[in-house]
């Protein structure tokens, strides 16, 4: 067949992710490799600067040529052959290299850290039960947010910025302002044992544009429905039979939450009732994360994407299908790969993992998903098929926590064995899973790391209390 596909052609029709025809059905190679069908598009959608595509079919990345993918998939090149194109990341983040901050203050292990949707401060919770903001550009503590009396295990910027949440082991959940770092209103109150989990409503989705609603999960086996700037709970949503572990606010108008129950529940949160309870899991879920997590959470990364609606920019993120995709990490060594605003059949099992798995996280392209496990590996998976793709190795420990950088192309680990990891995963380069800076510095276990969405900074926090900040 690669001898053939030199010399034979067949007719193509490019299609956009939204399934629109760009241009006409022209005939070309079946030798053509992905990086020749780029100046093929660029030629058609009459771009003046050339600008980088992946191509699909049938779903299907092409990574090699044409002629392969046709032959694999069996088909008839007789056929006109529909190819979707979806363009990639313009920008490329660069490899961090080197700390540039060691910042001390907490007097207990930093349990959560992340950056504010413009990347100009950091947050980060810890077992003293205080929060610190840090001021980006000058590496400096700004605020420390007293209030909680234990630990904090949970905390999130709301995604227009403006308010940050915590959640803690002392059943409360407080809402502060970042600008000057005050408390905003009382201490959310009602859960009965600790908070476990907490997450803000995206911005398309809240009237105006301003984020006020936040859904939080507990050991108390119950999820909430706040409204941060009222201070009152709107809905109370009971249905797990153990502890929640993680929740999710979708973008389609569902909340998420996976449980020790062994089951996802999916929620109306306008209604505050149970849509549909996903199972298969045998153990614990640990963990769940949905493909448009990064895009929700961030502020757009560039004038380009500046210029759409927060709705555009979620569903450019969603890509050709537009479908809302999620992956749970469990106990029993397995994930599911599920479309849970569709229905309540798994897409597919992916095992590999040889103990529990702590955290999964998409790329923000959404093609990639990266689990975390205890088996001191990490692995990569399609993120639209979950195909196991390449196995990462380098630690030596349990491996805690992923976060990727903001192109898809690059991902930092947090480990046990007190290092974080840089991991290359560009799909055309050379060294595609493979180690590329090992980030050693921290004198105990990381528990938590965040990558900022400019690309410009990744912030590790840890048991020995300090956090650091690395660039390259």
């Not at 690669?2 to 241009?23: H, L, M, N, R, V």
């Not at 993992?353 to 702590?358: C, S």
Request: net charge neutral; hydrophobic share 35%.
């Amino acid at each position: 067949m690669a001898d053939e596909d030199e010399g034979s052609k067949i007719f193509a029709q490019f299609t956009s992710p939204a399934g629109e025809a760009s241009g006409p059905q022209i005939e070309v190679p079946l030798g053509l490799t992905s990086k020749q069908l780029n100046g093929v598009i660029n030629e058609l959608l009459g771009n003046e600067r050339s600008e980088l595509y992946s191509f699909y079919i049938n779903e299907q990345e092409i990574t090699q040529n044409l002629g392969k993918m046709v032959e694999e998939q069996g088909i008839n090149s007789e056929m006109v052959l529909s190819i979707v194109y979806q363009p990639q990341a313009s920008f490329r983040v660069v490899a961090v290299t080197r700390c540039t901050g060691t910042l001390s203050g907490h007097t207990e292990a930093i349990l959560c850290v992340a950056f504010s949707p413009d990347c100009k401060r950091l947050m980060t919770g810890s077992g003293d039960g205080t929060l610190r903001l840090w001021e980006l550009a000058t590496e400096t503590p700004t605020f420390t947010l007293k209030g909680h009396a234990n630990w904090v295990l949970c905390c999130a910027f709301s995604p227009d910025g403006k308010l940050c949440a915590s959640g803690s082991m002392d059943k409360d959940a407080r809402i502060w302002n970042p600008i000057d770092g005050k408390p905003v209103g009382k201490p959310l109150k009602g859960h009965t044992k600790w908070l476990t989990s907490l997450a803000w409503e995206p911005v398309h989705s809240c009237d105006d544009g301003v984020c006020r609603r936040l859904v939080t999960a507990s050991k108390d086996a119950s999820l909430r429905i706040w409204d941060a700037a009222r201070g009152n709970v709107t809905a109370i949503m009971t249905g797990h039979t153990s502890s929640v572990t993680a929740v999710r606010w979708g973008g389609q108008g569902l909340i998420y939450s996976a449980s020790e129950d062994r089951t996802i529940k999916v929620w109306d949160p306008t209604r505050g009732i149970l849509v549909r309870s996903l199972e298969g899991h045998a153990h614990w879920v640990n963990h769940i994360a949905i493909n448009s997590d990064h895009v929700q959470r961030n502020a757009p990364a560039n004038a380009k994407e500046a210029a759409l609606t927060p709705k555009q920019r979620y569903d450019a993120a969603l890509g050709h299908d537009g479908v809302e995709r999620m992956v749970s990490a469990s106990d029993d060594h397995t994930m599911y790969l599920w479309e849970p605003a569709k229905g309540k059949k798994p897409l597919c099992r992916m095992t590999g993992h040889v103990q529990p798995i702590n955290h999964v996280s998409f790329s923000p392209n959404g093609r990639l998903i990266a689990s975390a496990s205890f088996d001191k590996s990490i692995r990569i998976w399609n993120g639209i098929t979950g195909k196991f793709i390449v196995t990462l190795r380098g630690h030596v420990g349990a491996v805690y926590q992923v976060a990727w950088s903001s192109d898809s192309r690059l991902l930092v680990s947090a480990s046990k064995d007190s290092t974080i990891k840089l991991f290359d995963l560009d799909q055309g380069s050379k060294t595609f899973g493979k180690l590329v800076q090992d980030l050693p510095g921290h004198a105990d276990e990381v528990f938590a790391v965040d990558w900022s969405a400019d690309g410009a900074r990744v912030a590790s926090g840890s048991k020995d209390c300090t956090l650091k900040l690395w660039r390259y």
